[in-house]
């Protein structure tokens, strides 16, 4: 029995069990099922959403699958997710990931609008699209 067979059939023992999912979704992606992948993210945003390590992983395939505002979603519900939570670390490393799309936005807009990083608009914008 391969590892997704195994996950599939722990959570069929036991669905409640949610590292199951995460790392479902892990394997899955693996072998480059993403679409399956999403769905395992899915299903820990909606029925286990504190399981606090999906936000990360599941924005950065959001990310891959040029789907940035859903992924700038994730991230905030995950950012307040693992605040009221106080995981420390993985609230990090969101903000770690927050922090790298909001230097590529603005490196973007900079670049292709003929936008000046010391025009207010820009900073506004981007902030906007961001919680602090």
């Known amino acids: 029995m391969n590892k997704i067979e195994f996950l599939k059939n722990t959570i069929a023992d ?3 069990n949610a ?3 995460f790392a479902l979704a ?3 992606l693996k072998v480059n099922d993403r679409g399956k992948a999403r769905e395992c993210y899915e299903t ?3 029925h286990f959403p504190d399981y606090g390590g999906t936000y990360y992983h599941y924005a950065l ?3 891959q699958e040029d789907e940035p505002q859903a992924a700038t979603d994730i991230i905030n519900q995950g950012i ?3 605040r ?3 995981d420390t670390h993985l609230l990090s490393e969101l903000r770690a990931l927050r922090n790298q799309m909001m230097e590529e936005w603005l490196y973007l807009a900079i670049k292709y609008t003929n ?3 010391d025009q207010p608009d820009i900073f506004k914008f981007i902030s906007h699209q961001f919680k602090p």
């Open 26 to 28: 892990r394997e899955y």
């Open 80 to 82: 307040d997710v693992l």
């Open 44 to 46: 820990l945003v909606q």
């Open 61 to 63: 395939l959001l990310l």
């Open 115 to 117: 936008c000046r990083a």
């Open 84 to 86: 009221k939570a106080n």
């Open 14 to 16: 036991d669905p409640r």
């Open 19 to 21: 590292f199951a999912y």
